[in-house]
């Protein structure tokens, strides 16, 4: 190939990545900027980054492959809400697989021993820790509402203090939106928990 010929497909090629750099910029740039009076309603913030809020955790998603990260972060005044995008990373090379959920936690809850329910499956399938304590959460009440249509393809978690609801990726504009509708899912879920075991793990 001819080097002058070459050269200007490489300076357009560059050209063009930055471009789209810049443009993808601007537009998540206006993405935050429409979300300030929401979550300024709400009395929540937003971060673009916020490891810390999984810190300890180890239910799925969490602790899997390499380059974890929170982004995105919402996290309330009271500190009772996070939400934010997990993102990490499988294998390498050319099996090197990229990986995006949302999260949704409600926190400050008693502090259960590790339990992991694929929400909306029949029959539920869980995970637990504690087998006489994941018995006494998916009580009848609980899988009933863990069947609904709203959890089908979602997952729950409830471990150190945190009730979590795991989705697919969300796009930044609606994250506010669906915080809202997880978070009140939770706090059906959270009802559920019987006083017993609440009491237990105070």
């Given at each position: 190939?001819?080097?002058?010929?070459?050269?200007?497909?490489?300076i357009g090629m560059?050209?063009?990545?930055?471009?789209?750099?810049?443009?993808?910029?601007?537009?998540?740039?206006?993405?935050?900027?429409?979300?300030?009076?929401?979550?300024?309603?709400?009395?929540?913030?937003?971060?673009?980054?916020?490891?810390?809020?999984?810190?300890?955790?180890?239910?799925?998603?969490?602790?899997?492959?390499?380059?974890?990260?929170?982004?995105?972060?919402?996290?309330?005044?009271?500190?009772?809400?996070?939400s934010f995008t997990?993102?990490?990373?499988?294998?390498?090379?050319?099996?090197?697989?990229?990986?995006?959920?949302?999260?949704?936690?409600?926190?400050?809850?008693?502090?259960?021993?590790?339990?992991?329910?694929?929400?909306?499956?029949?029959?539920?399938?869980t995970r637990a820790?504690?087998?006489?304590?994941?018995?006494?959460?998916?009580?009848?009440?609980?899988?009933?509402?863990?069947?609904?249509?709203?959890?089908?393809?979602?997952?729950?978690?409830?471990?150190?203090?945190?009730?979590?609801?795991?989705?697919?990726?969300?796009?930044?504009?609606?994250?506010?939106?669906?915080?809202?509708?997880?978070?009140?899912?939770?706090?059906?879920?959270?009802?559920?928990?019987?006083?017993?075991?609440?009491?237990?793990?105070?």
């Amino acid at each position: 190939m001819d080097p002058i010929i070459a050269a200007v497909l490489v300076i357009g090629m560059v050209g063009g990545v930055g471009t789209w750099v810049v443009l993808d910029a601007r537009k998540r740039k206006a993405a935050t900027a429409s979300l300030t009076a929401p979550l300024s309603e709400r009395g929540w913030n937003l971060a673009v980054r916020g490891d810390q809020v999984v810190a300890g955790l180890t239910s799925a998603p969490f602790g899997a492959g390499s380059q974890r990260r929170c982004e995105d972060v919402i996290r309330s005044s009271d500190k009772r809400v996070a939400s934010f995008t997990y993102k990490w990373t499988t294998d390498s090379g050319e099996q090197k697989i990229d990986h995006t959920k949302r999260v949704t936690m409600i926190l400050g809850g008693p502090k259960l021993p590790k339990l992991e329910v694929a929400a909306g499956a029949v029959p539920t399938t869980t995970r637990a820790a504690d087998e006489r304590v994941g018995q006494a959460i998916m009580h009848p009440q609980m899988i009933d509402r863990l069947k609904e249509p709203d959890l089908v393809g979602r997952s729950v978690f409830f471990e150190k203090g945190r009730i979590g609801l795991v989705d697919e990726a969300v796009p930044l504009a609606d994250i506010v939106i669906h915080t809202d509708v997880s978070v009140a899912v939770l706090r059906e879920i959270d009802a559920l928990i019987p006083v017993a075991v609440r009491a237990e793990f105070a």
